[in-house]
T-cell receptor, first 112, second 113 residues
Framework: KQEVTQIPAALSVPEGENLVLNCSFTDSAIYNLQWFRQDPGKGLTSLLLIQSSQREQTSGRLNASLDKSSGRSTLYIAASQPGDSATYLCAVAGDSNYQLIWGAGTKLIIKP | DGGITQSPKYLFRKEGQNVTLSCEQNLNHDAMYWYRQDPGQGLRLIYYSQIVNDFQKGDIAEGYSVSREKKESFPLTVTSAQKNPTAFYLC????????????FGSGTRLTVV
């Protein structure tokens, strides 16, 4: 059974730092992996989608990588800003039924 | 603008009462999903639908029911059989099962009073 883990559960850094959020999964037979952002009391916003055949995706200051063989994905945020403060969730779609399995998220706080 | 609308934003349920959460999308997506979110846990799938008039149970379907009579609408009923319904409920859609990214609504917070 696929399990998705995000470490750390919470992270607080000063503004301007580059940072990395981690996501690990136990079954490498995935269809895709997605990173989402959730602001308090709000729905989820899709950030990046990586297909199983891809190694990375980039959008602005965000870069997500995927290493299926090791069961890991990282979300790199460059030059962090207070507006980046949110909970970041990763989700993995299995290659048999495509349903998403979710990590519990990393709560990120960027201090001005 | 295309998107998903969930209503109400806040909902209060009395013991033994059924309540229905609304989810409407104008994205022309075939697949729709209901998730439950509890503090410190990942999202858990309640029900999903890949096409009109068809839906499947997710991991935690007990105490919930859905319908998919129209492509645009996927309402969720929380029945009195759901003993711990207090949670944040999220509706999502995608073009098809497993194709591309998901679009989420803004959520409904349900509280038992």
């Amino acid at each position: 059974k696929q399990e998705v883990t995000q470490i750390p559960a919470a992270l607080s850094v000063p503004e301007g730092e580059n940072l990395v959020l981690n996501c690990s999964f136990t079954d490498s037979a995935i269809y895709n992996l997605q990173w989402f952002r959730q602001d308090p009391g709000k729905g989820l916003t899709s950030l990046l989608l990586i297909q199983s055949s891809q190694r990375e995706q980039t959008s602005g200051r965000l870069n997500a990588s995927l290493d299926k063989s090791s069961g890991r994905s990282t979300l790199y945020i460059a030059a962090s800003q207070p507006g980046d403060s949110a909970t970041y969730l990763c989700a993995v779609a299995g290659d048999s039924n495509y349903q998403l399995i979710w990590g519990a998220g990393t709560k990120l706080i960027i201090k001005p | 603008d295309g998107g998903i609308t969930q209503s109400p934003k806040y909902l209060f349920r009395k013991e033994g009462q059924n309540v229905t959460l609304s989810c409407e999308q104008n994205l022309n997506h075939d697949a729709m999903y209901w998730y439950r979110q509890d503090p410190g846990q990942g999202l858990r799938l309640i029900y999903y639908s890949q096409i009109v008039n068809d839906f499947q149970k997710g991991d935690i379907a007990e105490g919930y029911s859905v319908s998919r009579e129209k492509k645009e609408s996927f309402p969720l009923t929380v029945t009195s059989a759901q003993k711990n319904p207090t949670a944040f409920y999220l509706c999502a859609s995608s073009i098809g099962a497993g194709t591309g990214g998901y679009t989420f609504g803004s959520g409904t917070r349900l509280t038992v009073v």
